[in-house]
């Protein structure tokens, strides 16, 4: 089993049922919801251009996916997210829809130094708990910072790298006709969604390889946790 830390809306908001349908998976309840209707493209074509971003969620990484050393209890792993996201205050984000490199992501106009912090707190204060034995993942395309990162934090996108995404497609190009009927589309989803509050930390469980990511908690800032069952 792996483990992540993500952004997510709670699971009982608008924006997670949203952000769930244009994936057209629920992390929350496992279940595979209706998609939008996307003008310019069938339903097939939406729903392979969104499996892969399916897989994980409706989310933005803080830690990615990491398995648990030997002798660390998943319980250790909430007590720990817990406490570090009590450190924190809520903030807020201002989201737009936007293309990062090849695929189509919901970002932040200007993210708040609230946001790095959170992220780089999520990368250390985990990194106990997680096991460095296994081997990397390979990557191509790394420059020598991102593989030195990778090689010390198993994930070359953190501190400086970091740029806070949830992502809304697979790879395609955005100028191409599918690009920007998604582009589109996307827009109109998530026209009403351009403020998102962050008051916690999520934390989604993979229960074997390959499967979907499920939501397992939310540790709000205030010490509330919220436990969800897989």
Not at 8 to 34: E, I, K, M, N, Y
Not at 56 to 73: D, I, N, Q, S
Not at 105 to 128: F, G, K, M, T
Request: glycine share 6%; with cysteine; charged share 25%.
């Amino acid at each position: 089993m792996r483990y992540a830390l993500y952004y997510a809306p709670r699971p009982d908001s608008a924006f997670w049922r949203t952000g769930s349908g244009w994936l057209g998976q629920d992390a929350h309840s496992g279940l595979q919801v209706l998609q939008p209707h996307a003008p310019g493209m069938d339903a097939e074509a939406l729903a392979e251009l969104t499996m892969e971003p399916a897989r994980y969620g409706f989310h933005a990484t803080l830690k990615a996916p990491f398995a648990l050393r030997a002798g660390v209890e998943e319980a250790a792993l909430l007590e720990r997210t817990s406490a570090l996201a009590q450190r924190f205050q809520p903030f807020e984000l201002e989201l737009e829809v936007g293309w990062l490199a090849d695929f189509l992501a919901l970002r932040p106009a200007e993210p708040p130094p609230e946001l790095a912090e959170l992220a780089a707190a999520c990368v250390i204060e985990l990194d106990a708990l997680a096991d460095r034995e296994r081997p990397l993942k390979a990557r191509a395309g790394l420059d020598p910072r991102q593989e030195r990162l990778n090689l010390r934090w198993g994930y070359p996108y953190v501190f400086e790298q970091y740029r806070f995404h949830l992502t809304l497609s697979r790879r395609l190009a955005p100028d191409s006709a599918a690009g920007r009927a998604l582009e589109q589309a996307a827009r109109r989803q998530f026209a009403v969604f351009s403020h998102a509050r962050v008051d916690g930390v999520a934390l989604f469980a993979e229960p074997a390889a390959g499967q979907a990511f499920r939501y397992l908690a939310y540790c709000g800032f205030d010490g509330q946790v919220a436990r969800y069952e897989v």
